[in-house]
């Protein structure tokens, strides 16, 4: 990796015009933001542009590119044999290509093809690093002043979830954090990992914690309340509301020690590392990485992804425009999981379970939708969670699982592709998280063989003439 960061970190230096290209979401944006002020620092002349997905358009687009330089970030792994330019940089996590020759060859080198994917040195795309992780590692080999960046790294793999797996991040994810915080753009904290702890008022925070959730107290107000009312803290002050970040430290460490309590088993679960951002003022709603990361979201996931990018780079001025999207973004999440409930919508088969949106959700946000069903008590956390939302090429698909599933041997990347391809459509992504887009009249075929490479993905990694066990309905 250290020898095709340092001949990327040549053919980016070199190029007089760079066409940057990246991903809508949080992990995207933060790539897109340290691709930016890489080459804004650098001097060269570049545009920044913004993509769901890469799909034949795009494709030709970036193979007729006039910049000497098209870099790529947090997409393109996945569709590597159809990019046939010379000058293009890849800093992706997607699971690549298998019809890639899968690792850079002195050709690749020649021709002017750098793809930098932590999948093809032998790490974990899904929780090890992000696609802002490898921009953010390519940036600092450009120039190691680049560290002050690495601190959008942090947000990108927070946004993506990879702190989730281990309740911290690891891997490069976490030297890349140990950089931020020696920068002293990060403080790495201990804490409970809900949701919200700078900008949700109290109850919320509690009321909303999920994954794991907190019995008798989420999705309870009555219960919240009682709890802070028993553990002696006010839920506001001066009459106004007080966050979770806003406690002090004896009030901090009751609650946690109760919840903790209260948590049993999941207790392990729901504690770990927080990553503060120590530039941002708490009630900014950036000040905490899982807050900047959704704002970030609801941002790039509502079509202003160009906003999301401004906050990276510290204008505050976009601020206004991203509080406001911020606020859509939560309606649109409320109303679609009120939506899924209300109507009975979420389905179950014997390996999967799956629902479909049609044009209640839209299709940037279906799989944020889709990760929250299966975090939350109406589902079953033991089989993944498929979701269909309508679109504009077709039904757009989003796939979820636990890592317990992926330990055992599931691979939702290779899932949506395989199945995806079958019924004439096109998908890809990660292990744990993963989507496709396919033609609307076949949804159902399509579910019948995502089950059967669900089980057989599962039944293979099983011991030999064994059988599925914890996949079964319980
Ligand atoms: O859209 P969603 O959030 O469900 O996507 C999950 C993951 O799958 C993302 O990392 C996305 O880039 C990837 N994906 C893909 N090809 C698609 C759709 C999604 O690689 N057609
Ligand atoms: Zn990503």
Redesign the pocket.
Known sequence: MARDLASAARMVRDAGTVRVVT?I?ADGISAGAIADITLDRLGIEHTVGFEK??TDEVVASVNSSPEDLVWIC??GS?YLSQFDRDGLVITDH?VPDPKWRGRQTLLDSFCGLQHLNPHTYGIDGSFEVCGAGMTYLLSKEIDPANVDLAYLAVVGAVG?FQDSSNQRLVGPNAAIARDAETNGDLLIEEDLRFFGRDTRPLVQYLQYASDPSIPGVSDNAKGCLDLLDSLGIPPKSGGRNRSWSELDPAEHDRAVGRIMEILGDDARKAYGEMYRITRYDRKSGLGDAKEFATILNSCGRYDDAPTGLRVCRGDVGALKTAEENRAEHRRHISAALSYIRDNHLLRERRFIQWFDAGTEIK??V???V?GMVLSSSDCRRNIPII?FADSEDGV?????ANRDLVDRGLDL?EV?KTA?EIVG??????SV?????IPADRKEEFLDIVEDLVSSQIERSETPGGRVRSIHPS
């Open positions: 991903h979401d997905k890469i947090d997409l996945g997607h993506d299709e940037t279906v799989g944020i889709a979701a757009k698909v989003s796939a979820r990347s949506m995806a459509g096109f998908g890809g992504g990660h998280a993963a989507g496709a887009t």
